[in-house]
């Protein structure tokens, strides 16, 4: 069994292939091929946490409708766009450990929170993987795991710890650069 994580599919919504510049001629071929890509890499027994924003609000198609297409186990966390979406789900963040680590999983990366290892979050699409932000005076960093910025399939915490690490020491040099 393997944990995988995921927001912004967006299933449905045609608009979202213009906002965020999608590759896909149409919502047919964007369903088909994120469902595809989940469906590549989530086996049944796998556990899915999708952070926020799954489909369009109920029209041609129904939630459930998706959900009967993907493998895997999923637990929802509510999105900015998951009112009247059918998947009515009351998680709006949820905090796991994973190998010893603390993580956030929460929608929009404002509403982040520190001393959690990272906060693994969507909303922001295409715009970055990761971000370190401060509020209140606390520094905490969060992980885009929406698949705008992950070539459109789900990511597990190895491939997550792995570009989070990169980042932080490209980051660092950055920040403290040799002299």
């Known amino acids: ?3 995988w994580f995921t927001a912004d599919l967006h299933l449905d919504h ?13 919502i047919e071929e964007m369903n088909y091929r994120l469902i595809s890509n989940w469906n590549s890499r989530v086996k049944p027994e796998d556990t899915v946490f999708h952070i926020g924003d799954f489909c369009f609000k109920e029209t041609k198609h129904k939630a459930q409708d998706f959900i009967d297409q ?3 186990k999923i637990i929802f966390i ?9 998947v009515n789900t009351p ?3 949820l905090r796991i450990t994973l190998g010893g680590k603390e993580f956030l999983l929460i929608h929009n990366p404002a509403n982040g929170w520190a001393g959690f290892y990272l906060n693994l979050v969507g909303h922001v699409h295409q715009k970055w993987k990761c971000q370190t932000f401060t509020f209140e005076g606390k520094t905490y960093d969060t992980f885009n795991v929406g698949v705008d910025v992950h070539d459109f ?5 190895n491939e997550i710890l792995k570009e989070y690490q990169n980042w932080k020491r490209e980051d660092d040099k950055k920040r403290h650069p040799k002299k």
Do not use: A, S
């Open 1 to 3: 069994m393997r944990t």
């Open 14 to 26: 045609v608009n979202i292939i213009k906002y965020c510049q999608r590759p896909f001629k149409d």
């Open 70 to 72: 993907l493998k895997g």
């Open 78 to 86: 509510k999105g900015n766009h998951d009112r009247n979406n059918g």
């Open 91 to 93: 998680i709006e963040d």
């Open 153 to 157: 399939h789900p990511i597990n915490i």
